[in-house]
């Protein structure tokens, strides 16, 4: 059974960082594409940033590119998001996304439970 589960939010005084973690299992982690989602109240779940399987390319959203780093160790099935210089406007719950593409489709997709990132003084 595939799982994924996010750790290593919590609270932090803006201009703080946090690193999270999306530690997985039951499936073959280094096949997916990984994602960070992030759903703030009252708005949209959006891409935060993405990383190939291979780990050789990656895709930010312009209001997190600079400070936040996507990155992934597949020898231990984990991925990480590293958030630099939080804003209030951060404030959110982080989600880790696995998906599977075969040319160009989502074929197989995991979602963790989130955890939640708050950036307040």
């Known amino acids: 059974q595939a799982q994924l589960a996010e750790s290593g939010g919590g609270l932090v005084q803006p201009g703080g960082s946090l690193r999270l973690s999306c530690a997985t299992s039951g499936f073959t982690f280094s096949m997916y594409t990984l994602y960070w989602y992030r759903q703030a109240p009252g708005k949209e779940r959006e891409v935060v940033a993405r990383?190939?399987?291979?780990?050789?390319?990656?895709y930010y959203a312009d209001s997190v590119k600079g400070r936040f780093t996507i990155s992934r160790d597949n020898a231990r099935n984990t991925g990480y998001l590293q958030m630099n210089s939080l804003t209030p406007e951060d404030t959110a719950v982080y989600y880790c996304?696995?998906?599977?593409?075969?040319?160009?489709?989502?074929?197989?997709?995991?979602w963790g439970r989130g955890t939640q990132v708050t950036v307040s003084s």
């Open positions: 996304n696995a998906q599977l593409m075969n040319s160009g489709w989502v074929v197989d997709s995991y």
């Open positions: 990383m190939a399987s291979a780990g050789d390319t990656t």
